[in-house]
Every structure is written in C-alpha cells, then in structure tokens.
C-alpha cells in the first residue's frame, strides 16, 4: 500500500483546519496553501473529496472558507485516506475477484495479506486528526 500525494495533502489540510480554523473562523485553501508550501489548485480538488466524505465543511463569502465538519478528535486517519485514496487495500483480490489467473479460495498468500490489511485498518482507524496535531512539533492544537 502506497500513500499517494492525494492522502498526504488530504491529512495536511485536515491537520491545518484543525490548527488554524473553526465554524466561526474559517480558513481559505490560500492560505493553507501558504502555509504549507502546496499547489491550491490541487489542495481545490482534494478538499471536495474531503467535502463529499463529510470530513470538511464550507461556507462562501466574507467569512467563508473550510474547517472541520466534525471534531478534530473524531476524524480518523483511515477516513481521510478512503476519502482521498479510495480503496486501500494492499492487494485487489481483497475487494473485489482479480484476473491474477489464481483461484481466490486456493491461493496461499490471501489470507495473510487480508490479515495484514484489517492490522493497518485498525492503526490508522485509531490514530485521528487530533492525535496528528497533538504529536506535530507544530502543536498549535
């Protein structure tokens, strides 16, 4: 399993929101973008995934902006990244039957690699947004 730039900029802009904004001050991409040395055209496509999960709010105008749809602390790592990634499992026979050529039921490495997955489901299903910003040399939480 590889994290792409998607998943990693998802936690960074969850991470930011969390630091820099609430539903009464909300904060712009620009400057999310600023701060963290990324492209807001692409944090724009990233941030409507995290709109569509229900992990980000928005709000237009004067005061408008982003933050958080829900507490800092009950936004987990595993949703952020099935937002911004999709499908993470380490293997595709996992989710769906693959044209590897092996028969899923016979194949000797499945089961490992499904116990595997449901290990790093459960990590990042425990670790949240607030966990991030409370171990970030940037505590600003």
Not at 77 to 106: K, N
Request: charged share 30%; aromatic share 6%; glycine share 8%.
């Amino acid at each position: 399993m590889k994290i792409s730039t998607k998943g990693r900029y998802a936690l960074e802009i969850a991470v930011d929101l969390a630091m820099h904004a609430d539903c009464d001050h909300r904060e712009s991409l620009k400057n999310i973008a600023r701060r963290r040395g990324l492209s807001e055209k692409y944090l724009e496509r990233i941030v409507k995934m995290l709109y569509s999960a229900g992990i980000v709010s928005s709000a237009r105008g004067v005061r408008g902006g982003y933050c958080l749809a829900k507490d800092a602390r009950e936004i987990t790592l595993l949703e952020i990244l099935e937002a911004s990634e999709g499908e993470l499992a380490p293997v595709p026979c996992l989710t769906h039957r693959p044209d590897c050529g092996i028969e899923c039921d016979r194949c000797p490495t499945r089961e490992m690699w499904g116990d595997m997955w449901q290990i790093i489901k459960k990590a990042a299903g425990e670790v949240t947004v607030a966990d991030v910003c409370t171990k970030s040399r940037f505590n600003l939480y």
